[in-house]
């Protein structure tokens, strides 16, 4: 079973930064595709940034130019940095790891809050 430990989420102001972390039980150096999603009360979850095997990288229109995903592979662990953070980038956040076209698994999720 694959488990993911998500950290770096909490409260901070408009402008500011966060950066989380992922880190995977397994090793990530060939896996399918890892990213990070985001969801909030009553909608779906939705893309934020992932990383597909091939190493392209791909964002939601919403946070391009703000939020940049990367990887560390040695330590089986991929981040988000979020920079110029907006209110409406409140919601929690959750890490994906598809180590193939046919399994998903997710972390626990966490908050990030964006509040005056």
């Known amino acids: 079973q694959v488990q993911l430990v998500e950290s770096g989420g909490g409260l901070v102001q408009p402008g500011g930064s966060l950066r989380l972390s992922c880190t995977a039980s397994v090793n990530i150096f060939n896996v399918y595709i890892m990213g990070w999603y985001r969801q909030t009360p009553g909608n779906e979850r939705e893309l934020v940034a992932g990383i597909v095997v091939g190493r392209n990288t791909n964002y939601a229109d919403s946070v391009k130019g703000r939020f940049t995903i990367s990887r560390d592979t040695p330590k089986n662990t991929i981040y988000l940095q979020m920079n110029n953070l907006k209110p409406e980038d409140t919601a929690v956040y959750y890490c994906?790891?598809?180590?193939?076209?046919?399994?998903?698994?997710w972390g626990q999720g966490t908050q990030v809050t964006v509040s005056s």
């Open positions: 994906r790891l598809s180590p193939d076209n046919l399994r998903t698994y």
